[in-house]
């Protein structure tokens, strides 16, 4: 049989083992202020080489938001509604219906099922849509950080200058 002691050491000052404790509280507050940059930063470079990657990208916008239930429960927090629009997309992909939920331009909404008809061959896209499942995996598995970074209920659209317009969202239907 294997005993071990589970109490601190008594000889120790309490004050010090508070002033340890504070201590560490202080460095995990640094330790998250530092991951949520660097995550801000790496998501800022994708976000970069996105646009880079294609001439024809006006804008990339997704939503963030913790869904409730009807009772009022708050649900996980995640990254929802992936779109972006491109330049002139009516006039590139002519047989295409797009989606217009009443905004002022249309856009695409990342379902393959939704894209135009040839999109994914077309060479054109090819290191856009790497890029872009790249980014996409990337969101969601810092969905924790972007929520410290840019909030809840939120809509963050980036646009090819990279200009980054945050706005409070709250419909989630």
Known sequence: ?????????IDKNPDQM?????????TSK??????????????????KFLFQSCDDLEWFRWRQYRNYWNDGSACHFGIRKITFRLKNQ????????FE???Y????????????????????KYANFLMLYDNL???MH??????????????EIKVYHDGIMQIEDYGDHS
């Open 100 to 102: 217009d939920h009443g």
């Open 104 to 123: 002022k331009n249309s856009y695409f909404d990342f379902d393959e099922c939704d894209y135009p008809e040839g999109f994914k061959k077309d060479e």
């Open 18 to 26: 508070l002033d340890n404790i504070n201590s560490l509280q202080i």
């Open 90 to 97: 009516e006039q590139l992909f002519l047989n295409h219906k």
């Open 30 to 47: 640094e330790i998250v202020k530092i991951t949520n940059e660097k995550v801000e930063e790496l998501l800022k470079l994708k976000l």
């Open 141 to 154: 598995k810092y969905d924790d950080y972007l929520e410290n970074i840019y909030g809840d209920n939120v």
């Open 1 to 9: 049989m294997k005993l071990t002691n589970v109490f601190p050491e």
């Open 136 to 138: 996409e995996s990337f």
